[in-house]
């Protein structure tokens, strides 16, 4: 006689939200959000796919903006960073993380409806080619400008005050 394995029960377990952040296959890590001015925002985060396929963040969205991108840097002809838009979503292939951070693939947040304030924390819905989508929340590091140039600037401004 066939034992009754006991997958159902686990399956079960796996269906209870992990904090927010661990839901199908896809984990993430250490995600912030920097907001270099009023408008627009970029979200960094690392994507671990720990199942046995490869998978692909194909889009991101948030209640707080109006369009939301994937998007990367690439270097034109005269060595100057452009932001380009990736249609075709990031690679996460099994077992493997996809690295967002500044300077490379990021996630756009466009048209924001009200400005983000440091320390408060933003939902962003990923939604992948195979696993289930997840929301997380996300927390807004700093305002500084220049985020997007992958340099840790700390200008120092001069206020007159
Ligand atoms: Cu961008």
Do not use: C, W
Not at 42 to 57: C, Q, V
Request: hydrophobic fraction near 40%; avoid cysteine.
């Amino acid at each position: 006689m066939i034992k009754v394995p006991f997958f159902p029960m686990l399956f079960v377990f796996l269906l209870f939200p992990l904090t927010g952040v661990a839901a199908g296959n896809i984990t993430t890590e250490n995600s912030y959000v920097l907001s270099a001015n009023p408008k627009t925002a970029a979200a960094y985060m690392e994507l671990f796919n720990s199942s046995s396929r490869d998978d692909r963040l194909v889009s991101a969205e948030s209640p707080y903006a109006a369009r939301v991108e994937l998007h990367t840097h690439t270097e034109d002809a005269n060595g100057v960073m452009r932001m380009q838009r990736l249609d075709d979503g990031i690679d996460i292939p099994k077992n493997e993380s996809a690295n967002l951070m500044p300077g490379g693939n990021h996630i756009m947040l466009m048209g924001l409806n009200r400005e983000l304030q440091p320390e408060e924390e933003i939902p962003i819905t990923l939604t992948f080619e195979k696993s289930a989508a997840i929301t997380l929340m996300v927390s807004v590091k700093t305002t500084l400008s220049g985020e997007e140039t992958g340099h840790d600037h700390s200008h120092a401004h001069s206020d007159s005050h």
